[in-house]
């Protein structure tokens, strides 16, 4: 059983929204740094957003700041990514994880998804 399970992707015009989530099962949200990252399929996966598990603080990659909100409800173990102001560079297939780096400025480490949610912004 995957470790996290992934929803709310789909298809959005330039300047839309989505409202991504993530439900993690039978872990203690203390434990780990959890977070989200993304694929196009053939690339690199790019860390863009995570919570630290020492100070609670959260953290974007610069190309999605301030576009994009990282939530998390402990009382249900999901996780939120709210993005606003979609852009065709967007496009990607986007996975909940675990983050072994999660600080200002260096994101990585990641380990432990699930199998993605895609999410495609049409121009």
């Known amino acids: 059983q995957l470790p996290f399970i992934e929803s709310g992707g789909g298809l959005v015009q330039n300047g839309g929204s989505l409202r991504l989530s993530c439900v993690f099962g039978?872990?203690?949200?203390?434990?780990?740094?959890i977070g989200w990252f993304r694929q196009v399929p053939g690339k690199d996966r790019i860390p863009i957003s995570c919570i630290s598990r020492t100070n609670g603080n959260i953290y974007y990659e610069k190309s999605i700041k301030g576009r994009f909100t990282l939530t998390r409800d402990d009382a249900k173990n999901e996780l939120h990514l709210q993005m606003n102001s979609l852009k065709p560079e967007d496009t990607a297939v986007y996975f909940c994880?675990?983050?072994?780096?999660?600080?200002?400025?260096?994101?990585?480490?990641?380990?432990?998804w699930g199998q993605g949610t895609h999410v495609t912004v049409s121009p």
């Open positions: 039978g872990m203690r949200k203390d434990d780990f740094n």
């Open positions: 994880a675990k983050f072994g780096r999660c600080r200002d400025e260096d994101l990585g480490g990641l380990s432990s």
